[in-house]
Nanobody
Framework: QVQLTESGGGLVQPGGSLTLSCAASESIESMHAMGWDRQAPGKQRELVASINSDDSTNYVDSVNGRFTVSRDNAKNTVYLLMNSLNPDGTAVYYC?????????????WGQGTQVTVSA
């Protein structure tokens, strides 16, 4: 089973930037998509960003233009660059990977990493 290990979370000031990493235990080339969900206290989990095997990307409207998702197949790693952070970005961020067999089905999950945006 694929293991996803997240890193890069922490405390950042409003307006600052933070980069999250998600390293997979095996090749990610066969995965149809990978990406990031997040969940803030008292809120539903939501999709933040995704990246497909052809490097096309999707973003939730609230982060479009500020966040960038990318993948490095040689390193089996997906990244989320978060710029212009505001307190709404405070949440636990979860990396996911689609099933190699079922496009659109989030089969594998990272352990979650806390991002806190505060002065």
């Amino acid at each position: 089973q694929v293991q996803l290990t997240e890193s890069g979370g922490g405390l950042v000031q409003p307006g600052g930037s933070l980069t999250l990493s998600c390293a997979a235990s095996e090749s990610i080339e066969s995965m149809h998509a990978m990406g990031w969900d997040r969940q803030a206290p008292g809120k539903q989990r939501e999709l933040v960003a995704s990246i497909n095997s052809d490097d096309s990307t999707n973003y939730v409207d609230s982060v479009n233009g500020r966040f960038t998702v990318s993948r490095d197949n040689a390193k089996n790693t997906v990244y989320l660059l978060m710029n212009s952070l505001n307190p709404d970005g405070t949440a636990v961020y979860y990396c996911y990977a689609d099933s190699p067999c079922v496009p659109g089905f989030k089969d594998y999950w990272g352990q979650g990493t806390q991002v806190t945006v505060s002065a």
